[in-house]
């Protein structure tokens, strides 16, 4: 099989919008990528959204669709195949040259403990809407056999990692809400999980204080100085001693934990709180990284950056100042992903979800 042409479609748990990506593949090593656009959530829409995450909490079939889940899987659906229409009117793609569309769907409930996961957004629909072949429910393979379904992403961080000539060991950060790693070590090995928290806390504290939706490039965090008692105390926590794989929830930290300190000083603490629980993940490491790569919204955080430089003692480079996109990082997985998919190649391991051995995953429909 050789390269397929493929856009990936990516909505996170921000509720915000819609990604879309191109990427050219052969679901291996071979990674070209390609324009992307975004596709915003009008606040109507977010607020349906919500609804579905809060319909959601009681389910234990994932095919049931209660409340206003129905209504939000088409709009999903419908919003992914308006946005997947003008990428390619605007970037003057003909659609009979894309073989192929990675729908990752909108993730409103995930308990992999319960083997149960959701991500709603029809995929048949929309392969009939769009006359394209979509892969979908990428998640629901490895979790039904006792994996996390998370992270998916490694092994595109693996195939990026080879296109762009880096040599093992390479770790590729994600800075999300929660932060995550992939350790690509010597012949391919992939080691993978979340490190802690990440932009999730900062995001709640300076909302809190300042009203502002984030620090922007952490002009607060560096003008406070942190917590070293309070940093110490946390970074005992047990999570940061367990062996991966392993995940995080948003919600086992929480921002108020720096209540007692001023607005700049919380700020300060909780950054120094992402940048060494990174650091911490280096026990994991299937060989110290020559390099890490930085991607997600805190690429962005130049304070944040500073200190996990400052921790590692490592070239740290951000996604975007080597040709990657800290943006769209995700869409183009699912891209590169729906290619695998199509050729039955694996897209969890062991050593990422904790699945019992490599798997691939994905649904895969016609129009």
């Known amino acids: 099989m050789g390269r397929k042409r493929a856009i990936g479609l990516m ?138 379904g998370a992270p ?55 909302q809190e204080r300042t009203g502002r939706p984030f620090d922007e490039a952490g002009a607060v965090a560096a003008r406070g100085r942190p917590d070293e008692p309070l940093l110490a105390w946390l970074l005992v926590h047990p999570y940061f001693q367990s062996e991966p794989p392993k995940s995080l929830d948003r919600n086992w930290f929480s921002h108020r934990m720096v209540g007692h300190l001023s607005t700049e000083d919380g700020a300060a603490t909780l950054t120094a ?15 110290r990284p020559r390099q890490w790569i930085i991607s997600g919204g805190g690429a962005r955080n130049t304070e944040l950056l500073r200190l996990i430089r400052e921790e590692l003692k490592a070239e740290v480079l951000t996604a975007d100042s080597i040709g990657w996109s800290a943006a769209f990082l995700e869409a183009q997985a699912f891209a590169y992903l729906a290619v695998r998919s199509l050729r039955g190649l694996p897209l969890t391991f062991p050593s990422t979800t904790g699945v019992p051995e490599a798997m691939t995953g994905g649904v895969v429909v016609r129009p």
Do not use: C
């Open 152 to 206: 998916l992403v490694p092994v595109f961080h693996r195939a990026l990692a080879y296109a762009s000539g880096l040599e093992p060991p390479v770790a590729v950060l994600n800075v999300g809400g929660v932060a995550n790693v992939t350790f690509v070590g010597a012949g391919g090995q992939l080691v993978a999980f979340d490190t802690g928290p990440g932009n999730a806390l900062i995001d709640d504290w300076i």
């Open 273 to 287: 709180f992402t940048a060494r629980a990174v650091a911490r993940a280096i026990d994991f490491a299937p060989g």
């Open 11 to 148: 909505s996170g748990t921000s509720l915000d919008g819609v990604d879309v990506a191109l990427v050219d593949t052969d679901g291996d090593r071979v990674v070209e990528l390609g324009p992307t656009s975004y596709r915003a959530y009008s606040e109507e829409e977010r607020a349906l959204l919500r609804g579905a995450l809060h319909d959601a909490v009681s389910l234990s079939d994932r095919r049931d669709r209660p409340g206003r889940l129905a209504e939000a899987e088409r709009l999903v659906t419908e919003v992914h195949a308006a946005a997947v229409e003008g990428f390619l009117k605007d970037h003057r793609i003909p659609r009979d040259t894309v073989h192929v569309v990675g729908f990752h769907g909108q993730t409103v409930l995930h308990r992999p403990e319960a083997r149960l996961t959701v991500q709603i957004g029809d995929g048949a629909a929309l392969a009939q809407r769009l006359g394209l072949t979509v892969v979908f429910d990428f998640r629901a393979a490895d979790v039904a056999e006792g994996g996390q």
